[in-house]
């Protein structure tokens, strides 16, 4: 049965840290990765779509890596602002019709 | 085409009435998805359509749950004789999918790439 987990669960950080986020998924035959933010009671917003083929993507302050051989992905915040406080979450797609989500990375940066 | 929009936001129902919810997506957009989020939970997957085909049911589908797409355009998720544990925030989804655009026209570089909605948060009392 394929997982993904992100850990940790919640991070609290100051404003103005550097910071990464972990997702580990448990079958490296992956279709895409996508990593999404969410604000309480909204929905999901894009932030980076990984295809298989690729090792990376970069929007902004953002940068998302993927290493399928080890079956993890990393979506790292530069220099991070108050606004970034969300819950960030991982979606694998295992293939054409499975999608699976993690239970999500709680993010505070304090001011 | 401001995105992927839902509709209600919210709905309140009592136990064993029937609710059905509705789901507009990207107007290019082939692939239509559903989700159901818990509180601290990550969604979790539906079904989903090509066009107007439904492909995919997740056995969290019970049988008071129908999803359609008549035309390949909106679609709507009905939940019939409604319990306490369906309660939830209800999320549709909108995605390009295939090498190619529409037409044939060139590679897109979101293709596949999931845009939600805003969800509908049903409760049930």
């Known amino acids: 049965k394929q997982e993904v987990t992100q850990i940790p669960a919640a991070l609290s950080v100051p404003e103005g840290e550097n910071l990464v986020l972990n997702c580990s998924f448990t079958d490296s035959a992956i279709y895409n990765l996508q990593w999404f933010r969410q604000d309480p009671g909204k929905g999901l917003t894009s932030l980076l779509l990984?295809?298989?083929?690729?090792r990376e993507q970069t929007s902004g302050r953002l940068n998302a890596s993927l290493d399928k051989s080890s079956g993890r992905s990393t979506l790292y915040i530069a220099a991070s602002q108050p606004g970034d406080s969300a819950t960030y979450l991982c979606a694998v797609r295992f293939s054409r019709n499975q999608f699976y989500f993690g239970t999500g990375t709680s993010l505070t940066v304090i001011p | 085409d401001t995105g992927v929009s839902q509709d209600p936001r919210h709905k309140i129902t009592k136990r064993g009435q029937n609710v059905t919810f509705r789901c507009d997506p990207i107007s290019e957009h082939n692939r239509l998805y559903w989700y159901r989020q818990t509180l601290g939970q990550g969604p979790e997957f539906l079904t989903y359509?090509?066009?107007?085909?439904?492909?995919?049911k997740s056995r969290l589908l019970s049988d008071r749950f129908s999803a359609e797409r008549p035309k390949g355009s909106f679609s709507t998720l009905e939940i019939q004789r409604t319990e306490q544990g369906d309660s939830a925030m209800y999320l549709c989804?909108?995605?390009?999918?295939?090498?190619?655009?529409?037409?044939?026209?060139?590679?897109?570089?979101?293709?596949?790439?999931?845009?939600f909605g805003p969800g509908t948060r049903l409760t049930v009392l």
């Open positions: 989804a909108s995605s390009l999918e295939g090498l190619r655009g529409l037409a044939g026209g060139p590679i897109k570089s979101s293709y596949n790439e999931q845009f």
């Open positions: 359509f090509q066009n107007e085909a439904q492909l995919e």
């Open positions: 990984i295809q298989s083929s690729q």
